[in-house]
C-alpha cells in the first residue's frame, strides 16, 4: 500500500513534468492540421517531423488529441465516481462550529462528519485513501465563529484554502418550523462570475464536491463571485403557477468564502508547490480581481 | 663630556630660539639641531634612571621612530617610579617635610632645571622636528593623531621632568628660598593662592551650585604670573594635581583668548583654519612668551593638562572660561549643567569625546547582527518569542473590504437564480461519456398484450407464406406504410406500363385467401348447377327454431287457433306501425299545404 501511493505520486509528478513537452507537440500538431486543412504550406520549422506528426494525426481520436493536463489527472474519475467527503474541524471545536460543521454535513450530499479528537492530519490523509474518500474538507473558526474552510481533494489532488466571512448558520434561526428540515436531494449548482482561468480552477474544485444531480431536483446550490468573494446560497425553489413565476426558499447556511492559496499537493504535504497565493500588500492588489475580470 | 654638554646645551637654545613655524617645514639642519638636543637630555636624564639598558642615546643611523622608542625606554620607568612617589607624597604630605633638600646651588640648581627643562625642550622640539621630518611627503599640515601622540610624548617627558621638577622644588621649597624663588615666583604668594585654591575647591566641591565663581574670577584676575608660580611650586597633597589642572585650565584658555586675537581668529572663522593640538601648542607658546615666561617653564605645562580627563575640573574651567569669554551670569548655569566634576577639559575636548564615543556606539552598532525588526522577511522562528506584539507593526492592508451583505445584494443574486433555473442553465457535473468497452446486448421486448391474432391464423399466415412467399400479406406493422406500399405498386404498374416499349403485364396471382366455410368434401357433383344456398349450411343454419315444431297437420284445433291468433296479432300491429307513419308522413305534407 504505502509503496503503491508512493509509486502514483511519482507518478503523478512525472506526468505533471511532461505537460511541458506534451503542450508542444500538440501545438505543432494543431499548426501542421491548420496547414492542412488551409491549404497552406506547412512551417518551415516542422519539415522534418511533419511525415511523423502527420502520421500521428491521422491516428487520433478525441481523447488523445487534446493534451491532458494534471488537473485533468486530478479530476480523471471525478465524473465517473461520486464524490465521498469527510468533514472535520481543528482540534477542539466550539459547540457553534460543531453545529456548523453538522450543516456542513447535510449540504454536501454523501458527507461523513467525522470528531477530530487529537488526530493528526497526516493520518487522517492515509486513512481517507485508504477508504477511497475522493475529498476532505476542515473547517477552522475563530472563538465560535467559523473564519477558514480547507477542500483537499484526494488522491494527491490540490488544496484549496478559503477564508470565510458572514457566517449566518441555520441554529441561528431560532424557529425550527420556519426552516423545516433539509432535503437530501442531489442539487443542481450554479457558478456565476468565474471567468479567470484561476476562476476556473476554483469553480472545479467546489464543482466536484458534488454528484451528478437529477435533472429535475428543486434544490439549488449557488457559489456567486463578488471581485473576489463567493457567497454561498442554498435554495429550494417551486414552481407555482406557470412557468415564469419561481419561489426561492433560502435554506442552509450562507456564508461568503474568499480564495487565498491553492497549493497542489494534499493538506500533509507541507512542502507541496504552491499554484497560486493571494499577495495583499502589493500595491496594485485592490485594483485587481483573481476568479474574475 | 662638557663639549658635548655644552653642544647639546647649544642645540637646544637654538632650538627654542628657533621661530616655531619653521618646525612645518622640512629642514635637514634643525633637525640635526634636535637629535642632540634630544641626546643631550637623555644623557642628562640618565643617572635618574638607574634600569636603563642604554647609556647614551643613539642617533647616527637611527630614524626617528628608533630614536622615539629609545627615549621611551627610559622615561617609562621614570614615569611609573615618579608616579608611585607622587601619590605616596599625596598621600603623607608629612613626609614632604622630611624629604632631604640637597643644599646645591641656585646656580647648579638652575642649571639642572634648566637641563631638564632643556631635555624636555629638546625632546618636544625634537619630536616635532621628527614627526615634520617623517611627515615631509608633502603634507603640510600634521595630523591631529601625530600631534597628540606628539603631545603624549611631550608630556610623558613633561610630565617626568615636572614630576622631578616639584619633587626637587618641594625640597627647595622647605629648605630655603632664593634657590626657587625668581621674580615670577614668589612662595608666600603662592602659599596664599594654594590656600585660597583649597577653599574654593572644597566649597565646589559641596555646592554643587558654586559660588565660588566670583573667587574664580579673583583668581583670574591676578597676575599671570601666579599661576604659573602656582603651577611651579606645588606641595604634594590630594588636592596637587587638581590645582595644577585648574591653574593650568587658567591658562588654556588664556591662551585660547590670545590666540584667537591674533590673526587666526579671522582664519578660523572662515573655516579654513581649525584648531589642532598643534596650534594650541602654539598658541599657548606665544601667550606665554607674551606674558614674559621663559621657554623652559612653558614646556612644563603637561599634555594631559591640555587633553586629558579629569572628572573634577570641568566646572571650574567651564567658569573661567565664561568669565573671561562672557559675563559671570552663565556661570552659575554652567555648575547646574555639570552635576559630576569632571576634567578641566576643554570644549573641544569635550566635544571629541562625545563624537567619539557616538563612532564607537555606531560602529559597535554596525557590527552587530541587526534587530529582527529590520532583517526583511522573518518567520516566527527566527524571531523571539511573543516580540511580534510589542513591535508597532504598520503595514497597508491593500484588500477590498468584505462585502456587506445588503438586501439589495440578496436580492440581485437571487433573481440570478430565478434566471438560471427558468433558463434551465446550471453548471452540474457532466457524467463523462463511457467508451464501449461492450457490444451492447440486444434486448428483446417482450410484448405483454394478447395477441389479436388467434393462433390459427397465425398458422394460416405462416402456411400462406410457405407456398407463395411473393403472396404473403404484407406484414408491416405499420397501416399507413401497408396502404401506402399498395398505391405504390398500382402506380409503378402503370408507370412501367407507360415507360416500356414491350410490356408484359404482370401476371394476376391468384389471390389464396382461406375460406371459412367450405365444406368438408368439395367433389365435383353432376348436380344441376343451381344449388341454393342450403347445400352449404347446416340445418341448423337454415332454420333455427326452438320449442317443438309442429307441422300444420300435425297440430291440434287449439294450436291451430293459437297460431291463427299471434298471426292475426302479429299483422295488425306491424298494420298500426304503418299507419302511424303515414298519419306522420300525411301530417307533414298537410301540415305544408296548410
Redesign the interface.
Known sequence: MLRRNIRMRREYLYRKSLEGKERLLYEKKRKIREALQEGKPIPTELRNEEAALRREIDLEDENTAVPRTHIDDEYAHAAEKDPKILLTTSRDPSAPLQQFVKELSYVFPNAQRMNRGGQVISEIIESCRAHDYTDVVLVHEHRGVPDGLIVCHLPYGPTAYFGLLNVVTRHEIKDKKAIGTMPEAYPHLIFDNFSTKLGERTANILKYLFPVPKPDTKRIVTFSNQSDYVSFRHHIYEKHGGPKSIELKEIGPRFELRLYQIKLGTVDQAEAQIEWVIRPYMNTSKKRKFLSD | MADSKDAGEEALRRLIATFQPSFLAPNPALSETSRAASRHLFSALRPFCPKSPLDQLLIDGFDAEQIWQQIDLQSQPLLSSLRRQVKHFAKNPEEISKLKVVPLGKKVEKEQREDWVEESDGFDEELEDDEEGEGKGGEEGMDIEDEDEEQGRESDNEEESEGEDEEEKGEDGEAGDGGIEDKFLKIDELAKYLEKEEENFEKAEEDTRGKKGADDEENTEDDDDDDEEEEEEEEESDEVSVLLGSIVSDFVLLCLHRMLSLDLAAKMQQGTWKMQGMDLFYGVFLTLEHCGWDEQFILLLRYEDFFGDKGKYSKKMKAQLHQESEGSDEEDDDMKFKKQNKGTASTHQKQLEKIHSKIEEMEKANLEPKTWTMQGEVTAAKRPKNSALEVDLD??????P????TEE?TAS??D???K???EGN???????P??PSKVPREVKELDDNKSKKGLAEIYEQEYVEKEDPTSAPLSFRDEQKQQASVLFKKLGLKLDALAHFSFAPKPVIEDMSVQINVPALAMEEIAPVAVSDAAMLAPEEVFEGKGDIKEETELTKEERKRRRANKKRRFKAAAVKRMGKKVQEGALPNQMNG
Open positions: 503595514f497597508e492592508h491593500n484588500v477590498r468584505a462585502p456587506v451583505i445584494v443574486i437571487e440570478m437564480i430565478k438560471r433555473i427558468t446550471f453548471n452540474d457535473v457532466q457524467k463523462a463511457k467508451l
